[in-house]
């Protein structure tokens, strides 16, 4: 993938631009155990290395979050949404924390995602959390289950930082959450119940994440996601990656490629929409993305690109996809 189409806009191509479904094939999306990580780090490092830099989408098992404690997120997640409009309004998404509404507008349609969401970054919350008598317990909840996700993928990106010859504790130290530049968030993400049209609307179009580490949460029989490898974005040939309780889909994103040095993928996903006359209903899923700490430096060990501060770089990768909302 060039530089060019990992990092400025991501503007694909016309067709693409049009809403065009593409096709769908038929690719190994690995799932990887991290039972006793541990003592088998080495062999999960290999494991999670081959997947990444094959198609950039893996899934992990063993990962220590409990189905029920994933479960519990869920409807956590859906007692906020299911707040009125003006309670949700409160809370405005501000340097990535927040409520959103139909806001983010993907540069490969043109047109806002048929979603909202509600974004968690700890140290930028004040004033943005529902109060205990509006969502009681809601807060605590969401904190904890920000950390388990935390944990795990500090985890997989230790296997990234061995097989890139740096220290395995390198990318923790840079997601440190004791400190106030953190800015790793998980989201809770809720796309509306649509009908399919010629040219319509997307849950979600075409995009690559910001972050070093995307960890989605999706819940069955609300699937959607589909892949598609940057190198194939020409014939628009797409694989969906359906829900499976417990596993946890895991993607490479754009500040881990530039970290790389390009060695590891961040490759295209969408949300698909119904075909003309099909109807889908409502799907909830949570995305914890780990994102350095503001002030760390991002240059690869081969410095391919120019040093960059994580603060710099989310700035302006949130500002291609937010208007006004950095």
């Known amino acids: 993938m060039t530089n060019t189409s990992a990092y400025a806009l991501h503007e694909l191509s016309k067709e693409s631009r049009m809403g065009a479904r593409g096709v769908e094939a038929a690719r190994e999306v690995r799932i990887i155990d991290l039972t006793d990580f541990d003592q088998r780090k080495e062999e999960i490092a290999d494991q999670v290395w081959q997947a990444a830099t094959d198609i950039g989408f893996f899934q992990v098992s063993g990962h220590g979050i ?24 409160r809370h405005p998404l501000r340097r990535n924390a927040g409520w959103e509404y139909r806001s983010q507008i993907r540069p490969s349609t043109g047109k806002p995602d048929q979603k909202e969401s509600y974004q968690i970054t700890r140290p930028r919350m004040e004033g943005l959390w529902p109060d205990d008598v509006t969502l009681p317990g809601f807060k605590q909840r969401a904190l904890t289950f920000e950390r388990q996700c935390w944990e795990v993928g500090m985890k997989l990106l230790s296997c990234f930082a061995i097989k890139l010859g740096m220290p395995e504790t390198f990318f923790t130290q840079a ?89 590891l993928p961040s490759n295209f996903h969408r949300v698909s929409n119904p075909l003309p006359g099909e109807s889908v209903p409502a799907r909830y899923s949570l995305a914890f993305f780990c994102q350095a700490n503001e002030d760390v430096i991002i240059e ?27």
């Open 66 to 89: 409990a189905v029920e404690e994933i479960n519990s997120a869920f409807v956590n997640a859906e007692r906020f949404f299911a707040l009125p409009e003006a309670d949700k309004a």
């Open 175 to 263: 997601h440190d959450p004791s400190r106030e530049t953190y800015q790793s968030t998980l989201r809770m993400l809720h796309y509306f119940a649509i009908s399919g049209e010629p040219d319509g609307p997307w849950r979600a179009g075409a995009h690559t994440d910001f972050d070093c580490l995307t960890l989605l949460f999706q819940r069955d029989g609300q699937g959607g996601l589909q892949v598609c490898p940057g190198k194939e974005m020409d014939e628009q040939v797409w694989t969906p990656i359906e829900p499976s309780e417990g596993l946890i889909t895991c993607n490479i994103g754009d500040m881990l490629m530039r970290w790389s040095d390009d060695k």
């Open 300 to 326: 690869g060990p081969e410095k391919k690109y120019p040093a960059i501060s994580a603060k710099e770089y989310l700035a302006q990768r949130i500002s291609a996809n937010f208007s006004g909302k950095y």
